[in-house]
C-alpha cells in the first residue's frame, strides 16, 4: 500500500451535508454503548485514538469527557469540518489502513459502522494491525460494525430516495445492497445554494459499505495481535433504537 498519499474520499464531495445530516443522530443513540464499553473502562484524562473521525461528532464528545485526542480520517474535507468545531485538537488527514502515528495511546475507538467502508478483510485487517502497533500494552479497541442483518432489514432505506431540505441546501440519499457481494451503496446528490450569483450547485457521491460475519471479523482481529475480543450486539450494551438492529460492537485488547 502506498503510504505517501492518502487516496481522495467519496464523503469530500458531500462533507457539509454528512456533518449537517448525522451530526445528531448517531452520537445519543449510541451513547448507552459506549457509556457500558467504553466511557466506563477508559478514565478521563487517557489518551484515545479516534480512527476514521469524520467531521469530529463522536471526537467532541471525547474531548468534552476529557480525553487526549487524535482522530484520523482519510477525507480532507471531513478532517476540515472538524477542525472548524475542534482548532485545539489533533487531526489528520490519514487513510486507517496505513497508520502512520509516532505516539502510543492508552485506547483506540471507532464509531458509526466506519469501519465498513474497509472493502476487502485483507485491508480490514491492515486497519486492525495499524491500530494495535499505536496501542501501549493493555491497551483497548472499541468498535461498531453492521452485519449483514442491518442491511437486509431496512427497507426503509433501500431504494428510496430520502429528501433533506435546509435553508440553502436540498440532500437526496438513497441506499442498495447487494446479497452476492455483500456489499451497500448509499448514493447522495447535495445542491446548495451559491450566495454570489443565487444559482444551485450540485454534488454527487456514492459511499460504499462491505459487511462482514462476524466469525470473519474475529479471526482478523486475532490475526493482527488482539486479545481477550469481546463481541457485543448492540442490544445487550444497551442501544434500543433502530440504530442497534444488526450492529455489533467488539471490544478487544493488546
Request: hydrophobic share 40%.
Amino acid at each position: 500500500m502506498n503510504l505517501s498519499q492518502v487516496p481522495s474520499s467519496s464523503y469530500d464531495d458531500i462533507a457539509g451535508i454528512y456533518h449537517e445530516l448525522w451530526a445528531d443522530w448517531y452520537l445519543p443513540a449510541a451513547k448507552p454503548a459506549l457509556e457500558k464499553l467504553f466511557f466506563s473502562q477508559v478514565p478521563p484524562g487517557s489518551t484515545v485514538l479516534d480512527v476514521c473521525c469524520g467531521s469530529g461528532h463522536v471526537t467532541k464528545e471525547l474531548v468534552t469527557r476529557g480525553y487526549k485526542v487524535t482522530g484520523i480520517d482519510s477525507s480532507a474535507a471531513l478532517i476540515a469540518q472538524a477542525r472548524a468545531d475542534l482548532p485545539d485538537v489533533d487531526l489528520r488527514v490519514q487513510d486507517a489502513r496505513a497508520i502512520q502515528l509516532e505516539s502510543r495511546y492508552q485506547a483506540a475507538l471507532s464509531t458509526f459502522d466506519s469501519l465498513n467502508h474497509v472493502l476487502s478483510i485483507e485491508e480490514l485487517r491492515s486497519v486492525f494491525r495499524g491500530v494495535c502497533r499505536v496501542l501501549e500494552p493493555g491497551g483497548m479497541f472499541v468498535f461498531d460494525m453492521n452485519l449483514e442483518h442491518a442491511y437486509l432489514s431496512d427497507h426503509d432505506w433501500r431504494q428510496r430516495w430520502t429528501v433533506n431540505i435546509r435553508d440553502g441546501s436540498i440532500g437526496l440519499v438513497r441506499g442498495s445492497y447487494d446479497v452476492d457481494e455483500k456489499k451497500a451503496r448509499t448514493e447522495v446528490i447535495w445542491f446548495t445554494r451559491r450566495e454570489a450569483d443565487d444559482l444551485w450547485e450540485q454534488r454527487r457521491s456514492v459511499v460504499e459499505q462491505k459487511c462482514y460475519p462476524e466469525s470473519e471479523i474475529l479471526i482478523a482481529l486475532n490475526d493482527a495481535g488482539f486479545g481477550e475480543i469481546e463481541a457485543v450486539p448492540a442490544a445487550d450494551a444497551g442501544i434500543r433504537s433502530r440504530l442497534g438492529v444488526g450492529r455489533i460492537f467488539f471490544v478487544a485488547r493488546v
